[in-house]
């Protein structure tokens, strides 16, 4: 399928570029105004299509056009000029300059527009085209790697992927730390973010600091995304669009395996064991191609199902078929939509079929953005529907069988395939009901299921419905002044069952050997979130005279969040697979938390412009939390921004074309935060276990002590930057430093059992964030006749330390496992890598060994490693253009921080890991080890004693030093590449107006990872995360909201690379 669809394209775009020669050629030369020379890389366009060509080094262009056709000529430091094609063929065109390079109008607080050349804070826009570029099917990884100071990780692959999203780094230690999301300049919960269509959006503006947080309040308070969605054609003609996007996804990066030995277990001083037809472990014999038993003994067995049995031989030879057991993944999309001035409709179907089999969700819903004007008054209605119907293995039930069956293994997705030994063709075994092999009872190992069994055995299936309508009023009281009304709805429906059919084990099968039977269990979940707010506001905008322009804001902002999460279940069923709680044997088991929370501010500003390059605005807000005591939950923050022009301002710099904009730009804020859970202020009573008992109630506390005295976390945030050009605006650089200090941290401590609980949450702890953002574009970067290159770059470091954390406490536990976590540990950057290591040389640092076994011991306490949160972040975007042809590319780099690889500590328990065939799994000298020849004595150096038995080694301190698997996080990825042509129209349709535009494209994302010698095991950005609250639509919002970082477990699937192409044709 793929070479067809790569095929077609080749042969349509070769079919179509002999066509083109059909066209009439308008020829001529672009020069500035100002000095009469060519100008080189001007865009020259036909109005209303995406059909372009660039002019060359001597300015000049060659380009297809009909008569009556609108030609755009258009370039960075210059005016867009407009001419219309009449009989002649040669057009020669002045562009006037235009040296305001910051002059675009961008949408910034409460939706209003304003001169980006204005503010005093650092902000990127980022347009539908390069969001698209890839053909990103949700909009965070449309923004992977474009904008300076967005750190936007993918934690999972899958039908619903996963991701976490922070700008300039962390704001708190254990809250939320996502940016804030405004959609046509309502403030909506980040979780939405994955039901935007990314080909409704006309651009996003990213506000990277707290500045925001004066108009916008807390939730502002790390960063800000602004999506402007379309609405209506620019020119006010009927405009439909009609496209169409095939991708194939593949499995991009796997762990290594070892390849030579195979089943088996308890090795002999030389590192080989025997072989064991029914073990998980691979530390057996080495593969020598012979067929082999596998499983138990079944000669002579007559089972009820499949009749007579007999014991199982297959080839001892390894293969592939762990990774083979993904399969390729698909994602169809189709979009319509259609536009006509202030009204626009979007209609969407998107189908995407993942890489574990089974794995399915269809998105489909519509946008309906439409506005009108009753003389003064300007009404707007903004619409979106998104329905996901989706079908997934469930990874979490399989788990909890797990835990109630103890069957004492993690059985995750990644763990069964680390469990079946490489010389077993998982392939053999998908069909589970008709082959004995492969069904629950005869499936070779003791101590895993055959994974094909498990994916379908534990499932999850729903729909998932958001709902966003938003109502905007806006009243021209002067030309000066507007009143503007915004009220808006989101709510969110999830309606889902989990289902496991049930398994009998017998005599034969996993009875015997620790399984027993798998009771047919359900659950039935009605999940309901919804936000209602309310914002008045009025906006003064007056220029006073020739030098001073006013600006101003003051608005009152009111919201209501509400959430109900039902779960009622039955854990064993009578029948089986009638997956219905009616038919259950025993009790119910159920919950139905529900939270409510208000929000009420008040917020102004107030800016002066000078003469158009000198501008300072402050700003202020005072909010009123529902989830504070009274008294506390008021709190007040200022800010203040100011930029100065001196390209403009400096007669000695104006109209120069070496140096063509310099602007300076600073701010301060200081932002409250109230990031806690509705109900964290006093105790609360859950339902204890064992009640009810037959009509008496029991009820218990938690393990937490609540504290009414709790109060905002505060941050304290400095920025200062720089923006300038050169020649003409063809090098345009961005530099900005930040700082920000966090204090009242609020965080967990350990309190004495004495008082009936464990701990309490405190405001305490206080860090240190601080970076530099950085940013380049070269527009162009060569022209060479009609070949155009651009090339664009950004990069981000970012550095912080914990400055305190609570009297007598140096550190706080933010997640992952006890010998391997995430802490915030004072003097260090948070979060840092706590784990388990070895004991060693306090003069040398070696690890020192048994001087009789050459076996190295556990140290008692945890070391710390390195941080988890990237100290750089780099992105690099060339693209080139020829004639009607576009390529472009995204590389993006990570580097500075480590991950602790879990998935490898499993892979060496089983035998499977590289590490575990060291040395071929023959006796070695424990590398950089010491030993005492007599208690008490020096260390000395080990160069003769060798470890006793590899798998006892890696079964055992070698698996309980976690130090061993940790990696470095950096990587190198080639993030996007796209390659578009824009087909001539008239030549494919004649003369016909209906189709205005035509384009192909071929599309693909996570081409390639680079990674560090020292990480086999995982995509280093593919953790565990964790969440904060523990409430939500259990992940399909596609939105991360944990702050553990850098561990991973073996409910991570693979990363994918994502290969496709598309067709768009504009009516």
């Excluded at 990127?124 to 967005?150: R, T, Y």
């Excluded at 209609?347 to 995407?352: E, G």
Aim: positive net charge; proline residues 4%.
């Amino acid at each position: 399928m793929k070479k067809l669809l790569l095929v077609s394209l080749c042969f349509l775009m070769l079919f179509l570029t002999q066509a083109f020669a059909q066209n009439r050629t308008i020829t001529g030369t672009v020069t500035a105004k100002d000095d009469g020379l060519p100008i080189p890389g001007v865009t020259v366009k036909i109005k209303g299509t995406t059909n372009g060509v660039p002019t060359d080094a001597s300015g000049k262009y060659s380009i297809s056009a009909p008569t009556g056709a609108v030609l755009q000529f258009s370039f960075v430091a210059f005016q867009t000029k407009e001419v219309t094609v009449g009989g002649q063929s040669v057009l020669n065109v002045i562009l006037e300059s235009d040296n305001k390079l910051l002059s675009e109008v961008v949408v910034t607080a409460l939706g209003i527009e304003r001169q980006k050349r204005e503010l005093g804070y650092a902000s990127a826009v980022v347009k539908n085209e390069a969001i698209n570029a890839g053909s990103a099917v949700n909009l965070a990884n449309g923004l992977q790697g474009k904008v300076s100071g967005l750190n936007i990780t993918t934690t999972n692959s899958g039908v619903f992927e996963n991701v976490k999203i922070n700008l300039r780094g962390i704001r708190s230690l254990t809250g939320n730390n996502n940016p804030l999301l405004l959609v046509d300049g309502v403030q909506t919960d980040i979780n939405y973010l994955s039901s935007i269509n990314p080909n409704d959006i006309e651009d996003v503006n990213i506000i990277k600091g707290s500045s925001g947080a004066g108009i916008y309040g807390s939730d502002a308070r790390n960063g800000v995304i602004i999506v402007t969605t379309k609405k209506g054609s620019k020119t006010g003609a009927p405009v439909v669009t009609v496209s169409n996007s095939t991708q194939f996804q593949s499995v991009s990066f796997f762990p290594s395996f070892q390849n030579q030995f195979g089943l088996g277990g308890g090795g002999n001083a030389a590192g080989l064991g025997g072989y064991d037809p029914i073990e998980n472990w691979s530390w057996g014999p080495r593969y020598d191609g012979a067929m082999t038993q596998i499983g138990p003994d079944l000669d002579g067995i007559v089972d009820p199902v499949f009749g007579a049995l007999t014991t199982q031989k297959i080839k001892y030879s390894p293969n592939n078929s762990r990774k083979e057991f993904f399969k390729t993944g698909t994602i169809v999309q189709n979009d319509v939509s259609y536009s006509e001035k202030n009204f626009f409709l979007s209609l969407q179907d998107a189908l995407t079929n993942g890489i574990v089999p089974n794995d399915k969700n269809r998105r489909s819903g519509f946008r309906l953005n439409v506005a009108k004007e009753y003389g003064r008054l300007k009404v707007g209605v903004n619409t979106n529907y998104v329905q996901n119907n989706y079908n997934l293995f469930d990874q979490e039930g399989m788990s909890d069988y797990n835990v109630t069956q103890n069957v004492g293994l993690n059985q995750g997705l990644m763990n069964l395939l680390f469990n079946t030994n490489g010389f077993v063709n998982l392939q053999d075994y998908k069909d589970y009901k008709n082959n004995p092999y492969a069904s629950y009872n005869y499936y070779f190992t003791n101590y895993g299921l055959n994974p094909y069994f498990a994916i379908d055995n534990w499932r999850k299936e729903g729909k998932k419905q958001d709902l966003k309508a938003d109502l905007n009023l806006d009243f021209k009281v002067a030309d000066w002044l507007n009143l503007t009304y915004r009220g808006s709805l989101t709510s969110t429906t999830l309606v889902e069952r989990r289902k496991s059919r049930g398994e009998n084990a017998n005599a034969f099968g996993h009875d015997e050997r620790g399984f027993g039977l798998i009771p047919g269990a359900v659950e039935e979940r009605a999940y309901t979130q919804q936000r209602m707010s309310s914002e008045l506001f009025a906006s003064f905008n007056k220029q006073i005279n020739e030098d001073f322009k006013v600006t101003a804001i003051a608005g009152t902002y009111v919201r209501q969040d509400d959430g109900r999460d039902t779960r009622v279940g039955a854990t064993v069923l009578n029948v089986k697979d009638l997956y219905n709680i009616g038919q259950r044997a025993g009790e119910l088991t159920g919950s139905s938390p529900m939270r409510r929370s208000r929000l009420f501010a008040v917020y102004g500003s107030a800016g002066v412009g000078y003469k158009g390059w000198a501008n300072i605005e402050v700003t202020a807000r005072n909010e009123k939390t529902s989830v504070l005591a009274e008294g506390l939950n008021s709190y007040f923050y200022p800010g203040v921004t100011g930029s100065v022009i001196l390209s403009d301002a400096i007669d000695g710099l104006k109209n120069n074309n070496v140096l063509s904009y310099l602007k300076l730009r600073g701010g301060w804020n200081k932002t409250g935060n109230s990031d806690i859970a509705p109900y964290q202020l006093a105790a609360t009573f859950d339902q204890g276990g064992g009640f009810p008992y037959g009509s008496t109630a029991g009820y218990s506390a938690g393990n937490t002590t609540y504290n009414p005295a709790l109060k905002p976390e505060f941050i304290q945030a400095t920025e200062v930057g720089l923006e300038a050009g050169f020649l003409n605006s063809r090098i345009n650089v961005e530099l900005t430093a930040f700082n920000q200090k966090m204090t009242d941290q609020i965080i967990p401590i350990a309190v004495s059992s004495g008082t009936g609980y464990t701990q309490a949450y405190v405001n305490a702890a206080s860090f240190r964030n601080r970076g530099l953002e950085m940013d380049l574009k070269l527009t162009p970067l060569v022209n060479l006749g009609q070949v155009h290159v651009n090339f664009a770059a950004n990069a981000t470091y970012n550095e912080s330390v914990v400055t305190s954390v609570y009297p007598g406490l140096d550190q706080v536990f933010i997640g992952g496992y006890t010998a391997a976590g995430n802490y915030a540990i004072k003097d260090y950057p948070a979060f840092m890598i706590r784990a388990t290591d070895y004991n060693r040389d306090p003069a040398t640092g070696k690890v020192i060994v048994s001087a009789l076994t050459g076996a190295p011991t556990a140290a008692t306490n945890t070391v710390i490693y390195g941080q988890t949160l990237p100290k750089w972040v780099v992105g690099l975007n060339p693209s080139v253009r020829w004639k009607s042809l576009n390529l472009s590319a995204l590389f993006e780099y990570k580097g500075g921080h480590q991950a602790y690889a879990d998935i490898g500590d499993a892979m060496s328990w089983t035998g499977v890991s590289d590490l575990s065939a060291t040395n071929s799994r023959e006796r070695f000298i424990f590398p950089n080890s010491v030993y005492q020849a007599v208690a008490g004595g020096p260390y000395i150096p080990n160069t003769s004693v060798t470890l006793n038995s590899p798998e006892g080694f890696w079964t055992g301190v070698g698996r309980s030093v976690k130090s061993n698997y940790l990696i470095s996080a950096a990587s190198w990825r080639f993030r996007e590449l796209s390659i578009s042509y824009d087909l001539p129209v008239a030549a494919v349709f004649g003369s016909t107006k209906t189709v205005k535009a035509l384009s192909v494209a071929l599309t693909a994302r996570n081409l390639v990872l680079w990674l560090p010698k020292n990480n086999k095991y995982q995509d280093p950005d593919f953790t565990f995360s964790g969440a904060s609250t523990g409430f939500g639509t259990g992940g399909t919002t596609g939105v991360t909201t944990g702050n553990q970082a850098g561990i991973s477990n073996s409910t991570i699937n693979p990363p994918v690379r994502t290969i496709g192409g598309n067709i768009t044709v504009t009516f």
